[in-house]
């Protein structure tokens, strides 16, 4: 089977399945309420075009990737890349499936990770510089050689999104201790485009935001919208808009997301970071 087949979550094996625990269940109803949420608020925004619903599985373990599989759940999002790295490998095991889920890493991603992230990862949210394009599209260049070497299908392209930072106030007025949270300002989404689009490997596919902490949701996504509108202009394939979380996924679908990043309403409180 090749890496971009997904089996349903039927074929993953006979018996009970992950999902058959109490922590199963509380998930399938998180998820369930999900759903619920992003039906409803896709159809009031008239539209009829779903959203691709991507849980957020930071801090929690393998198990619940394997019991969100179960579930249905075909997109899964990660920020740092060694606890992906090794989810990845333990999903695969727990359930037996190769590539049962697709991983988007969505956090900042140091260059020298590239290499790793391009094993597991279908999707990178989170380009944000022109160097990490070198990176990653060098590091698909060995990979495909490494599947070559080991009699391996070659892999998908790396499907990339610029991450644009829609926070209007300057640094120094941004709530303390949100830290850096990445993307690229308005003003340079173009050019770091551009940048992916020519790079071997790559396969440009829109933009990416977080709404700033502790404003309004509705004008920031808006804004990404509009550079979508921009981008869509010289790249038409590039048409996600990667946006939305547990507290403003309603904002981002009446604002036009293809891509929500759910967390916390699907699978709980993490435990504080380390
Ligand atoms: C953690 C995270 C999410 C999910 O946030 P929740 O509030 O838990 O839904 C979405 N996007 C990014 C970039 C994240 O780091």
Redesign the pocket.
């Known amino acids: 089977m090749s890496g971009a087949e997904h089996m349903s979550g039927a074929e993953l094996g006979p018996g009970p399945g992950p999902a058959d625990d109490a922590r199963g269940r509380e998930l399938a109803d998180r998820l369930a309420a999900v759903r619920q949420r992003v039906e409803e608020a896709t159809r009031s925004a008239g539209r009829s075009d779903a959203p691709t619903l991507i849980v ?1 599985t ?1 801090f929690h373990p393998a198990e619940d990737v394997a019991r969100l599989a179960a579930l249905g759940v075909r997109d899964v ?1 990660e ?1 740092r890349d060694q606890e992906a790295r090794a989810k990845a490998a333990e999903t695969e095991r727990l359930t037996g499936v190769q590539a049962p889920v697709r991983w988007h890493f ?2 900042q991603l140091q260059s020298n990770k590239a290499k790793y992230v391009v094993r597991y990862a279908s999707a990178v ?2 380009v944000d510089r022109e160097s990490l394009v070198d990176a990653l599209s060098a590091a698909m260049g060995r990979e495909q050689a490494r599947r070559a070497d080991s009699g391996l299908q070659e892999r998908d392209p790396l499907d990339c999104l610029v991450q644009v930072d829609l926070d209007p106030r300057p640094e120094q007025d941004r709530p303390a201790g949100i830290g850096a949270r990445g993307g690229v300002d308005p003003a340079a989404v173009g050019a770091l485009a551009d940048r992916i689009a020519a790079a071997d490997g790559l396969r440009l596919r829109g933009v990416m935001a ?1 709404a700033p902490l502790g404003l309004d949701p509705t004008p920031a996504f808006a804004r990404l919208a509009e550079l979508s509108a921009a981008l869509t202009g010289t790249h038409p394939d590039a048409t996600w808009i990667s946006a939305g ?3 403003d996924l309603e904002q981002a679908v009446s604002a036009g997301a293809t891509h929500l ?5 699907v699978l709980g409180p ?1 435990a504080p970071v380390g």
């Open positions: 957020v930071k999002g920020n969505i956090g949210h989170s977080v979380m547990s507290q990043r759910v967390g916390t309403d993490r």
